[in-house]
């Protein structure tokens, strides 16, 4: 596993795996890179370029991990990016599935049944997802910030905060059944374009919460947890 | 050419012979027709032709296999839209490419693996209908443990693990209306 330093260009790492352009956006930056080096855009963008570091190994390397890196920076830094990937979700990749997918049953040119029941499918894992970054942003990550400022707030975290930090994979199963339900049993006839289009984007999408599901329940959860002990030795 | 087993369940003589004359003729395959669906005549064939008569009377049987069965349709309705069929008012050159393209995808395909036992199928038309597994277990006469053993069968065999996606899953394939 070779790892990316700040000094490699930043058009190499796209060229070896064009998907990090999704992770790219979520810092502000867009194709057309140059030939400037991982440094020197962070110094561009006044991004942190350890915490740029981390991330883009952790995208594009499924066996890097380094929880003790990930520590060395603090809760805001890291509910940013988790609010910028809620945010990509929510803006683009959830709506560009949505538009590909009632497409594709449009141009389904015997009324294909099957697709409109995985289009349903869909809008229910759809609905779940926005549910998860909803209760996120109002709930977790707004107590994890007052919490992180030494506000004591004495009222203990809604049933509903608990529950999102729970490491509940119930999501992850679902889009891995619309993964598995297009690859294995879809039938009829469909345009392939499109269909490879949909498949590709909630492929990308699986991969992405996979990532992303690290960083919330591996490295935030602990720090929701330790910082809920002094609150609660306060109370 | 195909080397696929195939049997015809056809009512009457004619549609039963014209299938059989063109699965020989364009596909090389000789298909034998049957006049009742026999369990194990079905479980070892590659592909089934069932007109709608038989498809209705031996649905239990079909279903399991529905993605080797054909349909052979005489009217325009979408009752069998879900299933892979042919209509025996098409011109020839229609129905042979229709066969064509539905044993390519057949013969493309490693169907034994993912094939549901009819228990399965019962215990996973009433997980699709929201039954708990106690409850599973009660309707069907088995312990819960069985139901658990059927359960991960069905997701080892299907790939799809939450009950939405096996509801889904059993709507696609008429198991659930």
């Not at chain 2, 479980?43 to 080797?68: G, H, Q, S, T, V």
């Amino acid at each position: 596993m070779v790892l990316i330093d700040k000094d490699k260009k930043l058009s190499d790492v796209i060229l070896e795996d064009p998907s990090i352009v999704t992770v790219l956006n979520r810092f502000n930056i867009f194709l057309g890179v140059g030939d400037k080096t991982i440094r020197q855009m962070c110094n561009e963008k006044k991004l942190n370029t350890d915490f740029f570091l981390i991330i883009l190994n952790t995208f594009s390397n499924e066996e890097y991990f380094p929880e003790k890196l990930f520590k060395n920076f603090d809760a805001k830094t890291i509910i940013d990016y988790l609010n910028c990937t809620n945010n990509y979700y929510l803006h683009f990749i959830i709506p560009n599935i949505e538009s590909h997918f009632n497409l594709l049953i449009k141009r389904s040119t015997d009324n294909n049944t099957n697709l409109e029941l995985l289009y349903k499918f869909f809008l229910e894992v759809k609905s779940e997802l926005i549910n998860r970054i909803k209760t996120d942003s109002n709930e977790l990550f707004t107590k994890i910030i007052s919490l992180n400022s030494n506000f004591i707030d004495t009222n203990e975290p809604s049933d509903e905060a608990l529950r999102s930090i729970s490491v509940d994979n119930a999501i992850e199963d679902k889009i891995n059944d619309l993964v598995n339900m297009f690859v294995i049993h879809l039938s009829g006839n469909y345009d392939t374009n499109l269909c490879l289009a949909v498949l590709f984007a909630i492929i990308n999408l699986k991969k992405d919460i996979c990532q992303n599901n690290r960083i919330r329940n591996k490295i935030l959860m602990p720090i929701y947890q330790y910082l809920l002990k002094p609150n609660q030795d306060n109370v | 050419m195909f080397d696929l087993s195939a049997i015809i369940i056809v009512q009457d003589t004619l549609r039963a012979s014209g299938i059989k004359q063109i699965l020989k003729s364009s596909f090389g395959i000789d298909a034998r027709i049957i006049h009742s669906a026999i369990v194990n005549e079905i479980a070892e064939c590659d592909i089934i032709f069932a007109d709608e008569y038989n498809c209705m009377a031996f649905l239990d049987l079909l279903i399991p296999r529905k993605n080797r069965t054909v349909i052979i349709t005489n009217i325009d309705n979408d009752s069998y839209i879900s299933w892979q069929h042919i209509n025996c008012y098409d011109n020839e050159n229609t129905i042979v490419e229709t066969i064509a393209a539905i044993l390519k995808k057949l013969s493309q395909t490693n169907m034994p693996q993912m094939e549901l036992s009819a228990r399965e199928i019962e215990v996973l038309r009433l997980v699709a209908q929201g039954f708990t597994n106690k409850e599973i277990a009660d309707n069907l006469s088995i312990s819960i443990n069985t139901v658990l053993s059927h359960r991960k069968n069905i997701t080892a065999k299907l790939g799809i693990k939450s009950v939405s996606g096996l509801c889904v899953y059993a709507m696609m394939n008429g198991i659930l209306a």
